[in-house]
């Protein structure tokens, strides 16, 4: 069990020894107390460089943490993504004997479960390390153990890092643009997961289910009688890294065609299923002497529900299409919020953005230039964006360079329209839309079935009850007025319709004799009523002018 002073000062010695004591004394609480600063020693690295090497001696709780950050390029210079991405999980095995207590726990009687298993690792990475075994019918299996107190260690971990953050903002107040204690919530959630091995192996079974109609692409079966939260038993693949292009070859298989795969592989997680695997760099991705390329490591996913995929496969299309206002309007559908006084300098910067790529695509430039392009804009402009549309465009950019090294004519930009006019045609037409479609037709037949019924209610309020308006204004003498006005208008109305009826009929009455006087005097009736008519529609005429000046 580690103690929090303990790690404080562990934490503070790494820091000193890189070139960051300043920071442990403004951020660090009762520093001066925990260990006398020494000057790091000279060093030719650059300060990324030195963040990357203080994150990875920080141990796992800090190098997810900056792996999950170097997805963040809207938020953090692309020096320093680049350095967070070179971050190596990579630390010296946990002793056999002290990994057996955990194996143990899912299988008391370990002859009973296995004939073999390896003692030594086949790899080891800050969470875990992963023991190859055979079973007692034979099957050949790979033991994921966690490694024994990481999630004391990681807890206190996250203890110290919420205080820091909420410290270093108290300090630095520029440093809230960042939202650091949301993406630290966010990371918090993110790194317990990966602790539940269990969610692990169900990650595993989904991409499974959903990969299983791509022939080349294999997924591990997951042994659930001998896993849980701290071991996970899967079948073990053997294969080279998919960046090796000298070993693909050396199988007698065609780098090319594995590009092509993992790429079909990757649309269909993504814009498809809306469930992918958000970790591929080459370390978790192996080609087997099949041909078959074998995802690992399920500990990262990304999740995008069906309207999202909609908004992304409009993002991208209007990135290839090169069209700004296609990309501001999918980033609004997206909650992304521009703020009005920058909303023009961000046109005009994705504007060059696409200009830049529209340039360099004659020289096979790779997409990801207008996919930096766009993060760097939002990065410029401290525009925020949810972590699921920058976790889609990590994906695609390391998905590209894997598909460069294997095939240098690798055109994402061609490859990948085809795909996203299909998929946005299919969308059209797709169960969720057609639901959503006769949902709001229903929602619209229920209102107007519904009138009758309000008016019936109302109707039913007036005759029963009594009505109160409430009227505010500043002048009451003038609504009276205007209602007074409008009241004798009402009669003068009536008058004169009622002239015009009594007229009409004293000169339609054929049958009756009348006297020559009374034909005039309604003649003078509607000269009158006529008269009068004019007079009103010159009235509402001239009421009408004044009402629009």
Known sequence: MVTRLRRYRQIADVLVKYGFGILVEEVIPGAERLRAFKKPPATKQSVYERIRLAIEELGPTYIKFGQIMSTRRE????????????????????????????????????EDCFGIIEEEPVAAASLSQVHRAVTKDGRVIALKVQR???????????????????????????????????MLDEFSAQIR???????????????????EGLECVKIPRIYWKISGPRLLAMDYVEGVRIDDVEAIRGLGLFPEEIADTGFA????????????????????????????????????VGVLRPERRRVFVDLLLAMTREDVAGVIAALGKLDVRISPANLDAVKDDLYLVMLDYREMKLERVNFAIAIRGLTDTLRRYHIRVPSTLMLMMKVIVMVMDVGIRLDPTFNFDQRIRPYLLEIAAQQRLSP??????????????????????????????????????????????????????????????LVVAAIVVGSSLVLRVADIPVPGYVSILATLGYVFAVAVGFYAVYNVLRYSRGLRR
């Open 148 to 182: 024994p107190g990481i999630a004391d260690l990681i807890e206190t971990d996250l203890v110290i890092l919420r205080s820091l953050v909420v410290r270093a903002e108290s300090i630095f107040p520029d440093m809230r643009v960042y939202n650091l204690q949301g």
């Open 75 to 110: 938020l953090l210079p692309p020096e320093l993504i680049e350095e967070l991405q070179r971050l190596q999980d990579q630390v010296a095995p946990v002793p056999y004997e002290d990994i057996r207590p955990v194996i143990m726990e899912y299988c008391p009687n370990l």
């Open 193 to 211: 997961r990966e602790l539940d091995f269990s969610q692990d192996g169900a990650n595993a079974e989904r991409l499974r289910r959903n990969l």
């Open 432 to 493: 969720e839309n057609v639901t959503g479609a006769v949902r709001s037709i229903v929602d619209a037949a229920e209102g107007l079935l519904a009138i009758p019924g309000n008016v019936n209610e109302t109707l039913k309020t007036l005759s029963e009850g009594t009505v109160t308006i409430e009227l505010e204004n500043r002048d009451l003498n003038e609504i009276v007025g205007v209602i007074d006005r409008t009241s004798d208008k009402v009669i003068v109305g």
């Open 265 to 300: 592989a990757y649309v269909q997680q993504i814009f498809v299923d809306g469930f992918f695997h958000g970790d591929p760099h080459p370390g978790n991705l192996l080609v087997t002497e099949l041909g078959e390329i074998v995802f690992l490591d399920y500990g990262i």
